[in-house]
Every structure is written in structure tokens, then in C-alpha cells.
């Protein structure tokens, strides 16, 4: 059984940093997977913020990039969102989500529209200005 754990959320002011962390237990090779980190707030629809891809090709909403960095660790089959610079339009409930296949790639990239097989807990993040 696949399980995805998430941890890392808080609170924190305006252009503070976080870290998130996703550790995947289970019978799901990272190495071989899609993996995203999604946020949903109130009234809007859960958006994708940052994929990554099995070979580590990687993409990234617009409002997020430059200051939001996705990353893996396979061997400890662990996920990252690191989230420098933050913003008050950053705050939501943050998932991590994972596919047993590569990601769908649009111009070499992976795509953001993604349907994921498996998916962590929400975890909180609440920036204040």
C-alpha cells in the first residue's frame, strides 16, 4: 500500500521561507514516478505549483518561479518544496501527489495538467504580510 506523508507547514511572514517534505512508504519508485506539489485555497481549484519528473526535469506555475524549488531524494524516496520569498497568495493547504508513470511532457517539460494515482495529506501554509 502506497502512502504518502507530508510535514512542513507553518506559519510565517511575508518573505520568510519553508520547507516542505512528502516521504513516500510503499511499493512506488520515485525514481520512476510523477511527482507534484498541488495548493488549493478557499474558492479556487487545487492548481499545481511545482512538478518533477523521473529524470528531475522539472516545472513551475509562474506566480512560483524563481522563488519555489522542487526537488527528490530516490534513495529516501522523499520529496521537497522549498519556498523562499513568500507571499501572502502563497497561503493554502499544500498536497503532494504521485503517479506510478513519467510525467506528460509538453515541449520537453512535464506538464502541470497531471492525473496522479496517489496522494499525501494537505498541510497547511499561511503567510501573513
Known amino acids: 500500500q502506497v502512502q504518502l506523508v507530508v510535514s512542513g507547514g507553518g506559519s510565517v511572514q511575508a518573505g520568510g521561507s519553508l520547507r516542505l517534505s512528502c516521504a513516500v512508504s510503499g511499493g512506488l519508485d520515485t525514481g520512476r514516478s510523477c511527482m507534484a506539489w498541488l495548493r488549493q485555497t478557499p474558492g479556487k481549484e487545487r492548481e499545481t505549483v511545482a512538478v518533477?519528473?523521473?529524470?528531475?526535469?522539472?516545472n513551475y506555475d509562474d506566480p512560483v518561479k524563481g522563488r519555489f524549488t522542487i526537488s527528490k531524494d530516490n534513495a529516501k524516496k522523499t520529496l521537497f518544496l522549498q519556498m523562499n520569498n513568500l507571499k501572502p497568495d502563497d497561503t493554502g493547504m499544500y498536497y503532494c501527489?504521485?503517479?506510478?508513470?513519467?510525467?506528460?511532457?509538453?515541449?520537453?517539460?512535464?506538464?502541470?495538467?497531471?492525473?496522479?494515482?496517489?496522494w499525501g495529506q494537505g498541510t497547511q501554509v499561511t503567510v501573513s504580510s
Open positions: 501527489a504521485a503517479s506510478r508513470w513519467g510525467c506528460t511532457l509538453i515541449n520537453g517539460r512535464p506538464s502541470l495538467v497531471e492525473t496522479y494515482s496517489y
Open positions: 518533477i519528473d523521473r529524470d528531475g526535469t522539472t
